[in-house]
T-cell receptor, first 114, second 111 residues
Framework: AQSVAQPEDQVNVAEGNPLTVKCTYS??????LFWYVQYPNRGLQFLLK??????LVKGSYGFEAEFNKSQTSFHLKKPSALVSDSALYFC????????????FGKGTRLSVIA | DVKVTQSSRYLVKRTGEKVFLECVQD?????MFWYRQDPGLGLRLIYF???????EKGDIPEGYSVSREKKERFSLILESASTNQTSMYLC??????????FGEGSRLTVL
């Protein structure tokens, strides 16, 4: 079975500081991994994905994520946070094999304080 | 620009009413999905479809049904709405290996 854990419900960071939103996953084979962002009363927007290749993936709005197979993690990072980055962030995973739907984590609320 | 359109952003219904949530995508995607989103629970998959007239149950299908008569349209039906179905409903579509594209969501309140 596939699963995703986002261990932090809330992350607070000062504007200009680096941010990390954590995600760990479990799949039986190799993973497809995704990050999405949700602003208030909106749908989810795609940020980035890892399928294969370089472990460091760059995405939209200056975000990046690092795939770590040994730790089964896919943490989202940004070198310098903006107040406008404040939103709800979701990590998602599915197994490469087959065509099973994405499984989402419970989400982490990021607050960037000016 | 790719687009997934959910027909209603906000709905208020009464217990026992039949509710239709419509979703249309213009990307010729094979796959379509309905999730519900509740605080602290994240996104939970209700139903999905990989082809026209095909449907599969997700993790929480009870109390819901779906219809996919055309490739671009995937409807979620609440046969008899209950208060515990008050939620945000999110429709999404995708190609077979790609990321999901989401609609703006439909916030349903059942009184």
């Amino acid at each position: 079975a596939q699963s995703v854990a986002q261990p932090e419900d809330q992350v607070n960071v000062a504007e200009g500081n680096p941010l990390t939103v954590k995600c760990t996953y479990s799949v039986s084979g190799n993973p497809y991994l995704f990050w999405y962002v949700q602003y208030p009363n909106r749908g989810l927007q795609f940020l980035l994905k890892y399928i294969t290749g370089d472990n460091l993936v760059k995405g939209s709005y200056g975000f990046e994520a690092e795939f770590n197979k040994s730790q089964t993690s896919f943490h989202l990072k940004k070198p310098s946070a903006l107040v406008s980055d404040s939103a709800l962030y979701f990590c998602a995973v599915r197994d490469i094999l087959g065509n099973t739907p994405l499984v989402f984590g419970k989400g982490t609320r990021l607050s960037v304080i000016a | 620009d790719v687009k997934v359109t959910q027909s209603s952003r906000y709905l208020v219904k009464r217990t026992g009413e039949k509710v239709f949530l419509e979703c249309v995508q213009d990307m010729d995607h094979e796959n379509m999905f309905w999730y519900r989103q509740d605080p602290g629970l994240g996104l939970r998959l209700i139903y999905f479809s990989y082809d026209v007239k095909m449907k599969e149950k997700g993790d929480i299908p009870e109390g819901y049904s779906v219809s996919r008569e055309k490739k671009e349209r995937f409807s979620l039906i609440l046969e008899s709405a209950s208060t515990n179905q008050t939620s945000m409903y999110l429709c999404a579509s995708s190609m077979n290996t790609g990321e999901l594209f989401f609609g703006e969501g439909s916030r349903l309140t059942v009184l």
